[in-house]
């Protein structure tokens, strides 16, 4: 029996307080819904009014609500269209306005950006989660075998959208092959870390402990048990250009 506990089974109204910012979400079953590492993001990215934020695999709009509430004029991206229709529809029950490609990455998207905002799937999620949860829920969240695929590209891509001034912010999370995210961006980009936490895993490291413990002892995640749960660091980081 496969438990699935962060994803919802109907539609749902959430209230978010972040960084003191009122605003609410619609999440539904085929999307991915913000995850306390989400959370972990949004309380800690900066945005000052006025700056250009690219909000890359929006979701439910999430990361790019809060960066327009917070005075940025976003644009956001996501290669879900399901994610896109929803993002669109959380952004009017927000009254702001975001400028919305479906797409990977970038999608048609040519000017630099004066943020990047980053949320891409960057989790090793067992197979049988994968088949309970199906195709779509699968490809909002997995970053296949080492878990950083997506943000791997992502950090080849990003550069062509940055000026001189431009900041990136990235979450590194530890249930992926960490160290080798982090070589990229350390070898690309000034790194500079805005915040660090600790943080429950998802249901599926739990149910299937065996395997993760492998990862960990062969030094390509890193879990650790605190009181009854399984727990991973998670890292943000402000990239720069070198
Ligand atoms: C982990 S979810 C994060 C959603 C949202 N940013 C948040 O913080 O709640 C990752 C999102 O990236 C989207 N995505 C996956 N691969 C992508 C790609 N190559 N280009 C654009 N979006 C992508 C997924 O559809 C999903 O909505």
């Given amino acids: 029996m496969v438990r699935i506990l962060h994803f ?25 819904p913000p995850s306390p590492h989400g959370s972990f993001f949004a309380e800690n990215m900066k945005i000052n009014a006025g700056e250009s934020v690219i909000d890359i695999g929006t979701g439910s709009g999430f990361l790019g609500i ?6 940025g004029k976003v ?20 009254n702001i306005h975001i400028d919305f490609q479906q797409g990977e990455y970038f ?14 799937p960057q989790e090793i999620v067992h197979k049988d989660y994968q088949e309970a ?3 779509q829920l699968t490809n909002s969240f997995d970053g296949g075998s080492d878990g950083n695929k997506q ?27 960490y160290a080798q995210t982090l070589k990229k961006i350390i070898e690309n980009y000034n790194a500079r870390l805005v915040a660090f936490d600790t943080g429950p895993t998802k249901e599926f490291v739990e149910d299937n402990i065996k395997w993760y413990k492998e990862l960990n002892e ?15 660091h998670e890292y943000l980081f402000e990239l720069t250009l070198k």
């Avoid at 809060?66 to 005075?71: E, I, N, Q, R, S």
């Avoid at 062969?218 to 991973?232: C, E, N, P, Q, V």
């Fill in 218 to 232: 062969i030094g390509k995640i890193k879990i650790l048990k605190i009181g009854k749960k399984w727990m991973a």
């Fill in 8 to 32: 919802v089974q109907k539609p749902e109204l959430r209230k978010y307080e972040i960084q003191n910012i009122k605003f609410e979400l619609e999440i539904n079953e085929h999307i991915f």
């Fill in 151 to 177: 943000v791997l590209k992502f950090l080849d891509l990003a550069k062509k959208y940055m000026h001189n001034k431009s900041r990136i912010y990235i979450i590194v999370y530890t249930v992926t092959n």
């Fill in 107 to 120: 999608a048609n998207f040519k000017k630099k950006f004066d943020i990047i905002v980053v949320n891409l």
């Fill in 133 to 135: 949860i199906g195709e």
């Fill in 75 to 94: 644009s956001a991206t996501d290669n879900d269209k399901d994610a896109l229709c929803l993002a669109e529809k959380n952004a009017a029950r927000n």
């Fill in 66 to 71: 809060l960066a327009a509430k917070l005075g």
